[in-house]
């Protein structure tokens, strides 16, 4: 079962960097279908022409077909649930099994954890399941860990960062989902104390280009494994050339400054 872990991490790690650029688009469960999202075909389209290793859906989009035409792209289903209708939209609930995602093709699966939410401890159960079955069916796992509640004056903190990187690694996470702590120095403590690899999350939809390139950059300097961005890839006017930015940074090491110009280039 490792053997097969290892080769659907391939899928969605790039083997000869070991990094990857991965493109949530799970937030049409959360918040409807927001702009960048409506016409789901183009959309994954245009993050597959810019070089995205993975693209995170829920499994109904899966059965509608992720891909229709051209180069394929590792697929992670998402496997956790709630909306922003809801009493409690920071409780996750569970929507699909390892299973269901091993019999659609996925390529992971990820879930999402509220550390700090009044149902953290039932997240945390969850996810002690979902990583036992992944070990089962050889399924790599993405934890996307968020520090969310009356405890935490700032989800951005790194001591509430770190503490939440960890956890997911502890319970089983092959690749850990966290906010960006807002500098390398600070961001290194969270990628020194997580013994499996940290991707950084996009957040809110940002002001500038430049912002996001200098996010990204100060991530991988700090020894992170790459990103999972989605409203400010598919939001952007240009998300091919928007991935291929990133990918600039996270697979050849250019700098910020470099990403930002050959954004901003011509054609």
């Not at 070991?18 to 994954?44: F, R, S």
């Not at 992971?108 to 039932?122: E, M, R, T």
């Not at 912002?211 to 992170?224: C, H, L, R, S, W």
Request: charged share 20%.
């Amino acid at each position: 079962m490792m053997i097969g872990k290892h080769i659907r991490l391939e899928r969605i790690i790039n083997r000869q960097t070991g990094n990857t650029v991965i493109v949530p688009m799970d937030h049409g469960v959360t918040v409807g279908p927001i702009p960048g999202l409506i016409d789901m075909k183009t959309a994954v389209d245009n993050v597959v022409a810019g070089g995205a290793n993975a693209i995170i859906m829920h499994k109904g989009l899966v059965r509608a077909g992720h891909r229709q035409s051209g180069q394929d792209i590792g697929l992670i289903i998402h496997m956790s649930a709630s909306t922003s209708l809801s009493p409690n939209p920071s409780g996750k609930v569970l929507v699909c099994t390892v299973e269901e995602a091993v019999q659609m093709g996925a390529d992971g699966v990820s879930i999402h954890v509220n550390l700090g939410a009044p149902s953290d401890d039932d997240m945390l159960e969850h996810l002690g399941s979902v990583s036992k079955s992944c070990t089962q069916w050889g399924m790599p796992l993405v934890v996307m860990m968020y520090t969310r509640g009356e405890k935490i004056p700032n989800e951005y903190d790194v001591k509430f960062i770190k503490h939440a990187a960890r956890v997911g690694a502890e319970i089983g996470a092959d690749i850990v989902k966290v906010n960006y702590t807002g500098t390398p120095a600070s961001f290194e403590e969270v990628t020194a104390a997580c013994p499996v690899p940290v991707v950084i999350a996009g957040g809110e939809k940002m002001e500038s280009d430049a912002e996001i390139m200098e996010m990204v950059a100060g991530a991988m300097q700090a020894g992170a494994a790459g990103v999972s961005i989605g409203r400010n890839v598919f939001q952007h006017a240009d998300p091919t050339r928007m991935v291929a930015a990133i990918n600039r940074i996270v697979h050849e090491k250019i700098s910020a400054s470099e990403a930002a110009a050959f954004l901003g280039a011509k054609k």
